[in-house]
């Protein structure tokens, strides 16, 4: 028989401690009094002192109420029910459906064992030619999208949803506004997506405690499925509004602060989430592509900061587009030599390209005289920024490298390109 405890030591923010013997790290407890029952999480054992953070915020709680601890961690139910379904950040229907209890699995588990995981060599195609050409998105890779407010991170999310060549999409939204939710709902419902999409969405007007259950909710599922032999791909933004959420709790819980109030933990916590991307051997696939926005646009906060020691390279978002300089996808090479001959000697050759119209660019800004080859290279600039960089753009991969040597071959002889001549041979425009 469950113990229950009627009284309470202290509420401070939405944390509150209970003396209580025999209770685990994580374990879930309810908790009863004249407001309802709530349900809240172990978070610190102090010999018999528990520390236990309230889901639903600990307004209404009194000192008075009841604590029974349930003796068992928070559980998700899996099963293909989910598929086309929208929860909250604590596994509840947001979308008015029924509540599933069918195959619960407990989330926050441990990474996958190395020796289970085999080497990523499959692309994930998007139709967004700046990820497929030039820095293609790779099965079981983790990837942060860095980026600040105000940039089309959450659009981006949503194009790769609707048109990433998977099997499963699980979109996990941590302080989203309501109306990036809204925009999220639609746009997978309006495009037929939402079929095979699970969604885990935390609003910034929901509890903050649920918005650090989303990470580990999503790929608890996402888990599952792949061990299924689906290939599943891992949305989740964004990251730094879930360390906001664990800055939080760590000054309720009056913790040590690390760099700028963060916890000391940061980047175990972000480690233990990111860890997650595995291609499993003989079965299918976990990938991660998560906004981290950046305050102030510092590379060097904390949250991208410890994100860049983690995770495979980055694409940074900037201007409305994906940046080809800084962004890096370090698997890359693992995949683009078997897409097309052609692939990896065109995408170098046309950021040289690109890179050498950027210094063409300051130039004439400067009130510099203009060369014939600056105003090559200035057409061939807007021509690769419009019909390319443009995240508009919705072509396959093949197309995207036939589209790259059609800009090529109307800005510039062949000899210019520096490219090898048996591919101009074949791929040059006629």
Same mark, same amino acid.
């Given at each position: 028989?469950?113990?229950?405890?009627?009284?309470?030591?202290?509420?401070?923010?939405?944390?509150?401690?209970?003396?209580?013997?025999?209770?685990?790290?994580?374990?879930?407890?309810?908790?009863?009094?004249?407001?309802?029952?709530?349900?809240?999480?172990?978070?610190k054992l102090d010999h018999d002192l528990v520390s236990l953070e309230v889901f639903s915020g600990s307004q209404g709680i009194s000192t008075s109420d009841k604590v029974r601890f349930l003796g068992r961690p928070m559980k998700v139910s899996f099963s293909d029910n989910l598929l086309g379904r929208i929860f909250d950040g604590a596994g509840r229907p947001r979308d008015n459906g029924p509540t599933l209890e069918e195959?619960?699995? /407990?989330?926050?588990?441990?990474?996958?064992?190395?020796?289970?995981?085999?080497?990523?060599?499959?692309?994930?195609?998007?139709?967004?030619?700046?990820?497929?050409?030039?820095?293609?998105?790779?099965?079981?890779?983790?990837?942060?999208i860095f980026s600040v407010s105000g940039e089309p991170y959450n659009q981006l999310l949503a194009r790769i949803a609707m048109q990433a060549e998977v099997d499963i999409i699980i979109l996990g939204g941590m302080g989203l506004k309501y109306d990036d939710y809204l925009y999220f709902k639609d746009t997978l419902e309006k495009s037929g997506a939402?079929?095979?999409?699970?969604?885990?969405?935390?609003?910034?007007?929901?509890?903050?405690?649920?918005?650090?259950?989303?990470?580990?909710?999503?790929?608890?599922v996402a888990e599952q499925f792949a061990l299924q032999g689906k290939k599943v791909l891992v949305l989740l933004s964004d990251m730094t509004n879930f360390c906001d959420a664990l800055k939080e709790t760590a000054i309720t819980m009056e913790q040590v602060p690390s760099n700028r109030?963060?916890?000391?933990?940061?980047?175990?916590?972000?480690?233990?989430?990111y860890e997650k991307a595995v291609d499993f051997e003989g079965a299918g696939s976990v990938t991660i592509l998560a906004v981290t926005t950046m305050p102030g646009d510092d590379v060097t906060h904390p949250v991208p900061d410890n994100t860049g020691?983690? /995770?495979?390279?980055?694409?940074?978002?900037?201007?409305? @587009?994906?940046?080809?300089?800084?962004?890096?996808?370090?698997?890359?090479? &693992?995949? &683009? =030599?078997? /897409?097309r001959e052609d692939h990896r000697a065109l995408m170098d050759g046309m950021i040289k390209l690109y890179s050498q119209y950027k210094d063409s660019l300051e130039k004439k800004s400067?009130?510099?005289?203009?060369?014939?080859?600056?105003? =090559?290279?200035? =057409?061939?600039?807007?021509?690769?920024?419009?019909r390319l960089m443009d995240l508009s753009v919705n072509i396959p991969l093949e197309e995207a490298l036939d589209e790259g @040597?059609?800009?090529?071959?109307?800005?510039?002889?062949?000899?210019?390109?520096?490219?090898?001549?048996?591919?101009?041979?074949?791929?040059?425009?006629?």
């Open positions: 028989m469950q113990k229950v405890y009627t009284k309470i030591e202290s509420i401070v923010g939405n944390v509150i401690t209970v003396k209580a013997d025999g209770v685990r790290n994580s374990d879930l407890a309810e908790i009863s009094g004249a407001s309802g029952t709530s349900l809240a999480r172990v978070i195959n619960m699995i /407990t989330i926050g588990g441990p990474s996958v064992n190395p020796s289970k995981r085999i080497m990523a060599k499959n692309m994930i195609r998007t139709g967004i030619p700046m990820i497929d050409m030039f820095n293609s998105l790779v099965e079981s890779q983790k990837l942060p939402l079929s095979h999409t699970i969604m885990f969405i935390h609003t910034a007007s929901d509890p903050t405690v649920e918005c650090t259950l989303v990470p580990d909710l999503s790929l608890a109030g963060y916890p000391g933990d940061l980047y175990s916590a972000l480690a233990s989430r020691y983690i /995770t495979e390279g980055q694409y940074y978002l900037r201007n409305g @587009w994906i940046e080809p300089f800084g962004s890096l996808s370090r698997l890359k090479q &693992n995949v &683009n =030599k078997d /897409t400067m009130g510099f005289m203009m060369s014939d080859w600056d105003e =090559k290279l200035l =057409k061939y600039g807007a021509l690769f920024e419009s @040597w059609k800009i090529l071959s109307e800005c510039f002889e062949p000899n210019e390109t520096l490219l090898k001549s048996d591919l101009i041979e074949k791929y040059w425009p006629k």
